[in-house]
């Protein structure tokens, strides 16, 4: 299975704090994609890397994918409570995405 | 902006029951999805549709149906449903870039669906 992986499954941490979760697969992908769900909502699209990326940054979010070990993480630098959520990675292999189980980040006021 | 909506956030029905699941999107996208959400293991996707009249089974298509007679719609149908299919369903729609990879996909508000 391509399934991405999360790892911690879950993070606890202080406002202001960064946080960092990674996504591990194992197989090719075209793209990697990562996902934000509040408390029992759908989920939101954070960013998206192409395989062919290294490194992609969006406001206080920074994605970083190394395709010769499998991996990415996310990286949200000063955290908010606001950003107390799960989030998801997908992994696109060409005929679906595959998301990982996800890490639940809280932040703490 | 691109919405996807849901027919009901909470549905409680009996075992054996026919249900449908309703998912309208608004940005005439290619592609839909649905999925469901359990504890622990992630999304698991249970169809999707690249096209008016199109499915395609995902991983766990057991207990489900799917149709897609309009571009906006796609209706998720549990035949006769069973108490291990409550469950939260989340539906998704994109579009697909040329050569094929996925573009972000756009979620509705998902359905929590019980089953007694």
């Known amino acids: 299975s391509q399934q991405g992986e999360e790892d911690p499954q879950a993070l606890s941490i202080q406002e202001g704090e960064n946080a960092t979760m990674n996504c591990s697969y194992k197989?090719?992908?075209?793209?990697l994609q990562w996902y934000r769900q509040n408390s029992g909502r759908g989920l939101v699209h954070l960013i998206l890397?192409?395989?062919?990326?290294r490194e992609k940054h969006s406001g206080r979010l920074r994605v970083t994918l190394d395709t010769s070990k499998k991996s990415s993480s996310l990286l949200i630098t000063a955290s908010r409570a606001a950003d107390t959520a799960s989030y998801f990675c997908?992994?696109?292999?060409?005929?679906?995405?595959?998301f990982g189980a996800g890490t639940i980040l809280r932040v703490k006021s | 902006d691109v919405k996807v909506t849901q027919s009901s956030r909470y549905l409680v029905k009996r075992t054996g029951e026919k249900v449908f699941l309703e998912c309208v999107q608004d940005?005439?996208?290619?592609?839909m999805f649905w999925y469901r959400q359990d504890p622990g293991l992630g999304l698991r996707l249970i169809y999707f549709?690249?096209?008016?009249?199109?499915?395609e089974k995902g991983d766990i298509p057991e207990g489900y149906s799917v149709s897609r007679e309009k571009k906006e719609r796609f209706s998720l149908i549990l035949e006769s449903a069973s108490t291990n299919q409550t469950s939260m369903y989340l539906c998704?729609?994109?579009?697909?870039?040329?050569?094929?990879?996925?573009?972000?996909?756009?979620f509705g508000p998902g359905t929590r669906l019980t089953v007694l």
């Open positions: 998704a729609s994109s579009t697909r870039q040329r050569g094929g990879s996925y573009n972000e996909q756009f």
């Open positions: 197989t090719s992908i075209n793209n």
């Open positions: 890397i192409r395989s062919n990326e």
């Open positions: 997908a992994t696109d292999g060409g005929n679906k995405l595959v």
């Open positions: 940005m005439d996208h290619e592609n």
């Open positions: 549709s690249y096209d008016v009249k199109m499915k």
